[in-house]
């Protein structure tokens, strides 16, 4: 028996999230006392995965596999679990990965819980916590077929250094074909993407037009962060939809997320409680969003923000 | 073109969640039942595609009675028919194979529903249909033209869209952008009249095995109140980020 975890790569480099779901199988791995195969797709750097526990890596090296299709990956991972007679599948929560996930499952026969937060907190049964409910509550999930799988929330375990002397080994799987086609990619370059970002800076209708939005790219530039925005923002058209966060927009797991000039709908908080450290911007004591956040400051976007970039440069420069 | 839209019945947005029997039940009491936002989107543009082009739209759902105002709600808004699975929703797997089963048995040619719910955040039923069904399966939409037999459909990524074609049967797991939210329906009182004399038709469910089940829940742990720093000492911001939050 062995635990699979599923790295995804971009453009033949490990994903961050690759590292964090390889740290957590290796601790699945250690529960079950077993041990962690990790499959790779295109990538050359596999032996990168040793740090984080990876004892056997499984690579696919096929240029048919260089854009993404999710019913192929599906039936890579179930040649790879029945190869490696695996228990446990367990995936990030990118967007490709949520895509395969329910295929994988019904192709493995396999009970799946996604938005996993923490480590098991019993193998027999076989019981996870993951967050429902919009992050506003938590289920324990048993899952009761023989293969399990699992999507790991991001952010929500933690990337862990825990060296093995693992193997790469070179596998063939074989693929089947499919008639839905990918045309065309677009994809935001030279931005951090909400998904990826360890910081968000968001703004909201306290800023009154898009021509203000000049201090919030700025801010996020100084900080390395995404850029993002509220519902009504989005709608107004100030930005576009891909920035909207919140329930029926996009979630955000970050580490930091700075609101500035948002009130704070339940729908926002909605999709923002899962990042770990909340700061809010807004004039309005009694806006609900202080009560979700952290830190906070009652005062106007348009002093505070020129302010805080200022001081961000000058703390980044003495940090460097 | 023979469209189903999934359909999930959910506690309202704006509810407060709580549970009851020592945190394994969740407690419905003055809970409102809403249609899962994610399907609007899907239900909006099945409503689109019956107007524009021409489409008979059934919805479904799985869950016992006390769904039926949210599936009348769909007929309201212009579906013109529905189907009740007589079995709790549980367990996104078995609700995949329960609706598998209707398709496989009354042939569509496009499956929509959200792309996860609101209230278990699965995003495991549209895919698992597929999955099950052997159809093709797009997850993430945020666009989808037909024309004939032939699908163009975009899907988000991290960072942007891919899109994709593919021919029908298609089964789409649909997000904002679908169609946009202004866009959403409100049944009018012409809509709830007809609703009430168009076809529900309750079927009973063929599998009772489970893949999962919730064996408690758990809410947040409270959060500490929130530390303000003046508005003329960013200062203090920055050095609780840096050194107490240790984010920046």
């Known amino acids: 028996m062995s635990v699979l975890v599923l790295a995804e790569s971009s453009n033949g480099k490990f994903k961050k999230s690759s590292f964090e779901v390889t740290s957590y199988g290796k601790k699945v791995a250690e529960q079950l006392n077993t041990n962690l195969v990790v499959l790779t797709v295109n990538t050359t750097d596999n032996e990168t995965l040793y740090k984080y526990g990876a004892e056997k890596v499984l690579n696919v090296s096929n240029e048919a596999l260089t854009t993404f299709n999710a019913k192929t990956i599906a039936n890579i991972v179930k040649q790879a679990v029945e190869k490696e007679n695996v228990e446990v599948v367990i995936l990030d929560s990118n967007a490709n ?37 919009s992050n506003k509550a938590f289920n324990n999930c048993e899952i009761s077929t023989a293969i399990k799988v699992i999507s790991l929330a991001k952010n929500s375990y933690g990337i862990f250094e825990n060296e093995v002397s693992g193997t790469t080994e070179s596998f063939t799987p074989e693929l089947t074909s499919s008639n839905l086609t990918s045309e065309s990619i677009e994809q935001t370059t030279g931005k951090v993407t ?72 339940i729908q926002h908080l909605a999709g923002i409680n899962s990042s770990k450290v909340k700061v809010v911007i807004n004039t309005d004591a009694e806006a609900p969003f202080f009560k979700a956040a952290d830190y ?14 200022e001081k961000l440069k000058k703390f980044k420069a003495n940090n460097a | 073109m023979k469209i189903l839209v999934c359909i999930s019945n959910v506690p309202d947005t704006t509810s407060k969640i709580n549970f009851v029997e020592n945190d394994t039940k969740f407690d419905s009491n003055g809970v409102q039942y809403v249609i899962n936002p994610y399907d609007e989107f899907a239900l909006t543009r099945a409503m689109w595609f019956k107007e524009k082009q021409g489409a008979s739209v059934t919805v479904i759902s799985v869950g016992d009675a006390s769904i039926e105002p949210t599936l009348r709600k769909a007929l309201a808004i212009g579906a013109d028919n529905a189907i009740r699975i007589n079995t ?38 549209p895919g698992m249909i597929a999955g099950l069904l052997d159809y093709n399966f797009v997850n993430a939409c945020v666009s989808l033209e037909i024309e004939g037999e032939k699908a163009t459909i975009a899907r988000e990524i991290d960072g942007g869209k891919e899109v994709l074609t593919c021919n029908l049967p298609l089964v789409i797991a ?26 529900l038709t309750i079927i009973e469910p063929t599998t009772n095995d489970t893949a999962t089940a919730t064996t408690s829940f758990e809410k947040p742990t409270a959060k500490s109140a929130c530390k303000l720093v003046d508005a003329d000492n ?3 911001l920055i050095n609780l980020l840096h050194n107490e939050a240790k984010v920046i």
């Open chain 2, 88 to 125: 709790p929703a549980t367990d996104g797997f078995t609700v995949a194979k329960e609706l598998a089963e209707v398709i496989k048995n009354d042939t569509y040619n496009l499956i929509l529903a959200g792309k996860e719910s609101i209230d278990y955040n699965g995003g495991m039923v």
């Open chain 2, 174 to 199: 649909g997000q904002k952008g679908l169609v946009e939210e202004k866009d959403l329906r409100i049944p009018n009182m012409r809509g709830i009249m007809m609703a009430r004399k168009k076809p």
């Open chain 1, 97 to 133: 990965a949520l895509y395969a996930a329910p295929l994988i499952a019904v192709n493995i026969n396999a009970g799946y819980a996604s938005n996993t937060v923490a480590l098991p907190s019993s193998t027999t049964p076989f019981i996870v916590k993951r967050k429902a409910f």
């Open chain 1, 194 to 265: 909400i998904a990826d970002a360890d910081i968000v800076v968001s703004g909201g209708r306290g800023l009154k037009g898009p021509e203000n939005w000049g201090m919030i790219e700025e801010l996020a530039s100084v900080l390395n962060a995404a850029t993002a925005c509220s519902k009504p923002v989005s709608d107004l058209g100030w930005r576009p939809h891909s920035e909207h966060v919140g329930q029926t927009g996009k979630p955000v797991a970050s580490n930091l997320y700075i609101a500035i000039g948002i009130s704070g709908a």
């Open chain 1, 296 to 309: 906070g400051i009652i005062g106007d976007a348009f002093e505070v923000v020129p302010k805080l970039i």
């Open chain 2, 234 to 236: 960013v200062d203090e």
